[in-house]
């Protein structure tokens, strides 16, 4: 069975890693590592290491003190950025009486690719390939289908609004997250 490749942090890990990615945002790349490195010796070493170890016990072969240092660089901080600018925004749309922004058009996969999506998942469980090839994979085979649901899509939806490429990209992150979901109830069903 393949490797899991989502790990999630427990919330008390969680909730400090966003705490430091928040104060050191503005850090650049050398500053930020510094005071990372100052931070992870001092002040929380003990939640972290008990950390390391619950994602040592439940499978986590990589560098977990790599994986949080990305976490807090990468994502935790993006993360407070992209709620700071969103907060400016509606602040900027409730001072001004500008025209409505271009909302993102919600659509829903049919059930029947959604089903077609849950096979190739199932067929592939037991490979050793990680979820992009998977998703791969299922495009090679699965070409007329996800051309038949793109048209579909297209038609229901308004017209120049919607772009293939994004139809694209969120048939890769449902696929994906699909994958994901399938395993985390294969973990909790005995």
């Known amino acids: 069975m393949a490797g899991q490749f989502r790990f999630k942090y427990s919330e008390n890990v969680g909730n400090a890693l966003e705490r430091f990615a928040m104060i050191h945002r503005d850090d650049d790349r050398k500053e930020f590592k510094n005071q990372w490195n100052a931070w992870i010796t001092n002040d929380i070493y003990n939640l972290l290491q008990s950390e390391v170890e619950l994602q040592k016990e439940a499978g986590n072969k990589g560098d977990i003190w790599d994986n949080m240092f990305k976490s807090a660089r990468y994502y935790y901080r993006k993360k407070a950025i992209k709620e700071e600018r969103d907060e400016d925004d509606e602040e900027e749309e409730s001072d001004t009486d500008s025209l409505p922004s271009k909302k993102s058009q919600h659509f829903r996969f049919s059930s029947e690719i959604l089903k077609n999506m849950d096979e190739h998942i199932c067929e592939q469980q037991n490979t050793n390939k990680s979820p992009s090839e998977k998703y791969d994979d299922y495009c090679a085979n699965n070409k007329d289908a996800i051309l038949v649901e793109i048209l579909k899509i297209k038609t229901k939806m ?32 005995p």
């Open 158 to 189: 308004k017209k120049g609004l919607l772009d293939t490429a994004d139809v694209s990209l969120r048939f890769k992150k449902t696929y994906k997250n699909r994958i994901y979901v399938m395993k985390v109830q294969s973990i909790r069903e």
